[in-house]
């Protein structure tokens, strides 16, 4: 993707979240530099990946198949493994219209996925073989706003603005806006997007940045190099 176009898509972005009466703290709004100035007191968002995500999965197709997030707050990988402390995550997204985030699982995340406002929400889900991997034939349950409901495997559920799903790992889902924009809320156990997004399909969790122009906001993939000692 080209740093012009991931700029316009963060601008718009942040006008729509708030649109919707949401208001993003101080560390979205930080330019580059702003960023580097504050790096050292600012180390646990670095290294729990809060901040700008928009990807593409790699496929260089956005308007089809992609996804804006920006992750407000990351618990610690240690706290989750001592069953204490910070372990929990929370995100806001953005599924545009007809643009897919494609079936995958996790790992070790469970997570709500809520539609806080816009569009209608769809959610296709397909359940697991007894290993873990994706069963095409297999359907599941999950809860719906604390209700639960049985899918069978393909099942496409729709949620209006207020209305959540929560998946547990192992429950395969892709989702997409339809017929508008949807901003989504998202709450979880501590969230790794390097290591605990399974695919279904042979593609990458982070977009290939061309650099045509300069950043107007830091992506947390680029934190390794625009925020190293070295840079």
């Not at 095409?136 to 049985?150: N, S």
Request: glycine residues 10%; contains cysteine; aromatic residues 8%.
């Amino acid at each position: 993707m080209k740093r012009s176009t991931i700029n316009d898509i963060i601008l718009a972005a942040d006008a729509m979240i708030r649109d919707h009466g949401v208001a993003l703290p101080p560390f979205a709004h930080w330019s580059p530099d702003a960023f580097r100035n504050r790096a050292q007191t600012a180390q646990h968002l670095i290294d729990s990946r809060c901040g700008w995500d928009i990807t593409d999965y790699g496929a260089g197709t956005f308007d089809t198949m992609g996804l804006t997030l920006f992750t407000l707050r990351n618990g610690r990988q240690a706290d989750l493994r001592a069953g204490r402390g910070m372990c929990y995550a929370e995100k806001l997204l953005i599924s545009r219209r007809d643009q897919l985030s494609p079936m995958h699982t996790h790992a070790l995340k469970a997570e709500d996925i809520i539609n806080r406002g816009g569009a209608t929400l769809v959610v296709e889900l397909y359940g697991s073989d007894d290993d873990g991997n994706f069963a095409e034939d297999r359907g599941g349950q999950v809860m719906c706003d604390g209700i639960v409901r049985t899918f069978a495997a393909g099942e496409k559920l729709t949620f209006a603005p207020g209305e959540s799903v929560t998946l547990m790992p192992g429950d395969w889902h892709a989702f997409w806006g339809d017929g508008g924009d949807v901003l989504i809320g998202e709450v979880s156990t501590v969230n790794d997007d390097e290591t605990d997004n399974i695919f279904r399909d042979p593609i990458g969790r982070f977009a290939t940045v061309e650099e045509d122009v300069d950043p107007v906001r830091l992506l947390v993939s680029d934190y390794d190099t625009w925020l190293s000692h070295d840079a």
